[in-house]
């Protein structure tokens, strides 16, 4: 996951994910799995890369 501030960090997580702060574990994995099942590879091949980038925001928020 790329460096640049926390507060950096958390917004572009929080962007990836469709959330906004205030967001509760629920409403993160409720994100990770919308988002997921549409980018997963399995699903899109050509969307490996976000796909990763969406998984890394997921535990980086869920880490917080």
Do not use: C, M, N
Request: proline share 6%; net charge positive.
């Amino acid at each position: 996951w790329p460096s640049g501030g926390i507060g950096r960090t958390t917004g572009r997580a929080l962007h990836l994910l469709g959330l906004e702060g205030g967001w509760t574990p629920a409403e993160l994995r409720q994100a990770f799995r919308k988002h997921g099942k549409r980018l997963h590879p399995d699903a899109s091949p050509e969307h490996v890369d976000a796909f990763k980038a969406l998984s890394a925001a997921y535990h980086y928020l869920f880490s917080k």
